[in-house]
């Protein structure tokens, strides 16, 4: 039954995307090379809104194939990259939503907006990508977000869950020894379908949906557009209803 609700949470996703970047003055052709790239001229709140969206279904996509496989180490990263993009969605919506857009918002556009290399080859490139502090950003969204914690403790909770899923990332003994079992004992290089921690990481995966599903709806909230928002809040309902799960309304606020 999960699979064909994630399906549905798929298309869902993909239709609002459609939907927001009609909304956002198309990007253009910049010359690059003997060719070209797209480019948004305007370097908007909402035109990075929508980047940050595309990256949400393709990264989901990436981590319910892995899931599907049993490469849940592979999953479990991806997971911790779904995070982060669910912050930075949350963290530029409330700007709109809140009319609020601070100094902290516009450094974070500059940085995400600047190219990688400002030469031909990286070797010849002198630009240094400002990097915006994971804690600032998950500070702000401390203060933000009514979670029934103070924000203090709701900041350390979010750092404890990325610390968590950080050891995925860099590949730390104690995830990795995660993929050794069985008998005789060995490392599960080919995925840990049927395993306990496979069944145990499938279900884990229905957060990030459930997460993913959130953002989509803040994300639509931030361009004002209250028929797709009140759209994305039934689909939640119904999300939470066939898989047994009742919450208060996440998207209420």
């Known amino acids: 039954m999960k699979e064909s609700l994630y399906i549905s949470a798929f298309q869902n996703m ?10 956002v003055v198309p990007p253009i052709k910049i010359p690059f090379k003997e060719s070209f790239v797209f480019r948004y001229a305007e370097r908007s709140i909402h035109q990075a809104i929508v980047q940050k969206l595309a990256r949400v279904i393709s990264t989901l996509q990436s981590a319910h194939i892995l899931m599907l496989h049993g490469f849940i180490q592979e999953q479990a990263a991806l997971q911790r990259v779904l995070g ?3 912050e930075d969605i949350f963290f530029l919506a409330y700007a709109e939503i809140d009319n609020e ?8 556009l500059n940085a995400f907006y600047e190219e990688e290399f400002d030469a031909d080859t990286a ?3 002198t630009q240094k990508r400002p990097m915006i502090p994971r804690k600032r950003i998950q ?9 029934g914690l103070d924000p203090s403790t709701s900041l350390e909770f979010n750092r404890t869950i990325s610390k968590t899923y950080s050891g995925f990332i860099h590949a730390a003994s104690p995830q990795i020894m995660d993929m050794y079992g069985g008998n005789p004992p060995h490392f599960h290089v080919n995925g840990l379908l049927g395993t306990e921690r496979h069944e145990e990481y499938r279900d884990d995966l229905w957060n990030y949906f459930y997460r993913s ?3 989509f709806g803040i994300a639509a909230k931030a361009f004002g557009d209250q028929s797709q928002f009140d759209t994305i809040s039934q689909f939640l309902l119904e999300f939470e209803r066939r898989n047994y799960k009742q919450y208060s309304s996440e998207l209420a606020r």
């Open 14 to 23: 993909a239709g609002t995307l459609h939907i927001l970047t009609n909304r």
């Open 84 to 86: 982060e993009l669910h």
């Open 101 to 108: 857009t601070t100094q902290l918002h516009q450094d974070f």
């Open 123 to 125: 070797f010849d490139s």
């Open 139 to 147: 500070a702000y969204l401390a203060k933000k977000e009514e979670s």
């Open 213 to 215: 599903i959130i953002a």
